[in-house]
């Protein structure tokens, strides 16, 4: 019997392992995250809590934690900022037409009244990255004003 939990453990102790083989190209160093804020001219404080609680998922320059370096954590985080970064690139902003621009703008406002950005498994991990009210109230208000711009264009 023990010698069958010896053995488990030694197997799973290899296929940890192997796992950390897998380290898929890092999403750094390529254009700078600041697309959408240059482009409606975030106050600091706005641009502060995009870079908190948002770029690491949808800009071209994710701030990787330690932890990130370990499998099966990083193959996680890559498939987050994939997905992410497919449905919303800050950096991309000015290449989004119009109507698309328009499309995001409510989406990014409907995340966070309904408190689903940043998710839910980040936060876990990133305290810090949460939303407050206050950060909330500030995002939104200063959203909808830009809203309001874009629905002008
Ligand atoms: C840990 C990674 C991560 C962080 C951090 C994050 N997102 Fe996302 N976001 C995703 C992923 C993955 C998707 C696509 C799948 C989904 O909707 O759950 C997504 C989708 C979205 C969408 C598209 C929804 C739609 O229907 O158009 C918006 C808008 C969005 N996020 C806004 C934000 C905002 C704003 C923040 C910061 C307050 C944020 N996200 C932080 C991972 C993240």
């Not at 106050?43 to 330690?66: F, W």
């Amino acid at each position: 019997m023990k010698k069958a939990i010896k053995k488990i453990l030694l197997v799973g102790f290899i296929l940890f392992l192997l796992i950390q083989i897998y380290q898929p190209v890092r999403n750094i160093g390529q254009a700078p995250s600041d697309g959408f804020a240059n482009f409606y001219n975030a106050p600091q404080q706005i641009q502060n809590i995009l870079q908190n609680s948002c770029y690491d998922c949808h800009s071209n320059n994710t701030n990787y934690p330690a932890y990130s370096y370990i499998q099966p954590a990083r193959y996680l985080m890559e498939k987050h900022i994939k997905e992410g970064k497919e449905e919303l690139n800050f950096n991309d902003w000015t290449n989004y037409s119009v109507r698309k621009q328009r499309n995001k703008l409510n989406g990014i406002i409907e995340q966070i009244e309904d408190d689903k950005m940043p998710l839910d498994s980040y936060t876990l991990i990133h305290k810090n990255a949460k939303l407050s009210d206050q950060q909330k109230v500030e995002m939104i208000n200063w959203l909808s004003a830009i809203q309001k711009q874009q629905n002008d264009r």
